[in-house]
């Protein structure tokens, strides 16, 4: 039984709020549900919010406890930067990169070992239930489940982009989850931000854009049934994307 949870970024109040509302009781930085059931989170950990480093210390802690971490593309970002790496300090990255540089250099060498370690060592997605549940950041196409490669990464970590942009800028992504033939497993995602959570087929987006003002979303598998927590950050009606 497991319980997959949407795009944190950096809001840990919410993150708490909705791993208790999901019959967890989280103490010393273990988070136990009393039926075994298994935390999922589908990356985008940081960035925007008020806590992102907060937010690796918990997820850290609970993937040590036998939850599951698949990494985000701002996960994948902060991981470049810790590695020295030329990014652009830029869509959110800026909030974590502070909330580090606020802290004393032996705090930043933990926290710097303690998420490099947590990146290195999750999958880029994950398959479960015997092959029936998949949990994969930005999505990925049922006929590319078990494979790996450039193409795959780019598309779990980025979805389905055509290199052109949109009006405010972002990355033009088509509607993968319509386009591509679907097969048996549940393809749990998140990437883009929804007003709710949208089911096609056998997917399902659980991004409803917490650190924009909107909610914070788990999927309970095998219920497929969703529960979220409302944001304590302002709204911004611009980041969620609409379907026609």
Request: net charge neutral.
């Amino acid at each position: 039984m497991y319980d997959l949870v949407g795009d944190i970024h950096g809001c840990r109040l919410e993150m708490h709020s909705l791993i208790e509302k999901l019959g967890y009781k989280i103490k010393n930085g273990t988070a136990s549900h009393p039926d075994g059931r298994t935390l999922v989170f589908i990356g985008d950990l940081t960035d925007r919010g008020p806590d992102s480093l907060g937010v690796i210390n918990d997820v850290t802690g609970y993937v040590s406890q036998g939850h599951v971490y698949v990494p985000g593309n701002h996960c994948d970002k902060l991981y470049r930067w810790f590695l020295g790496r030329n990014v652009k300090i830029l869509h959110g990255l800026e909030t974590t990169t502070a909330e580090f540089a606020a802290l004393p250099g032996r705090q930043q060498q933990a926290i710097r070992t303690s998420f490099m370690k947590l990146y290195e060592e999750a999958p880029l997605y994950v398959v479960l239930d015997n092959g029936k549940l998949v949990a994969a950041h930005a999505g990925i196409r049922h006929e590319d489940i078990r494979l790996e490669g450039k193409r795959i990464k780019s598309f779990v970590l980025y979805g389905d982009t055509t290199g052109k942009f949109d009006e405010y800028g972002r990355p033009e992504r088509r509607d993968w989850a319509s386009i591509y033939p679907q097969g048996n497993a549940w393809i749990v995602y998140g990437h883009t931000p929804v007003e709710a959570p949208r089911f096609v087929g056998r997917t399902v987006n659980i991004d409803t854009g917490c650190v924009f003002g909107g909610r914070l979303t788990a999927l309970r598998y095998p219920e497929m049934e969703t529960i979220s927590v409302a944001s304590t950050m302002p709204r911004v009606d611009e980041k969620f994307r609409t379907f026609s």
